[in-house]
């Protein structure tokens, strides 16, 4: 009968980490990291969106971000070029 191979066999090493750069990082977070190191204004320059530019707030920004996927995938693209540098 062969065995099973068990995790200490396997050939990852970390099966239960994502490879994901955004795993468990909220949206709220980002938006949080993003305006307190530039600002509405520059995020409006790097992302044009109304929600940065006209009255902003984190929560305004939120409701937008959730419904909109293109909008979300640029300010998380965004998010990931600031965390690099």
Same mark, same amino acid.
Request: hydrophobic share 30%; with cysteine.
């Given at each position: 009968?062969?065995?099973?191979?068990?995790?200490? *066999?396997? &050939?990852?090493?970390? #099966?239960?980490?994502? &490879?994901? #750069? %955004?795993?468990?990082?909220? %949206?709220?977070?980002?938006?949080?990291?993003? @305006?307190?190191?530039?600002? +509405?204004?520059?995020?409006?320059?790097?992302? &044009?969106?109304?929600? /940065?530019? &006209?009255? #902003?707030?984190?929560?305004?920004? %939120? *409701?937008? %971000?959730?419904?909109? #996927? +293109?909008?979300?995938?640029? @300010?998380?693209? /965004?998010?990931?070029?600031?965390?690099?540098?």
């Amino acid at each position: 009968m062969a065995e099973k191979p068990n995790e200490s *066999t396997t &050939n990852d090493p970390s #099966p239960n980490k994502s &490879n994901d #750069p %955004l795993h468990g990082v909220k %949206l709220a977070d980002i938006l949080e990291t993003l @305006v307190e190191k530039y600002g +509405w204004e520059k995020m409006a320059k790097q992302v &044009n969106i109304n929600c /940065f530019k &006209n009255e #902003p707030s984190i929560k305004s920004s %939120l *409701t937008f %971000l959730r419904k909109t #996927p +293109w909008a979300r995938e640029q @300010v998380e693209k /965004f998010y990931l070029n600031v965390i690099k540098k």
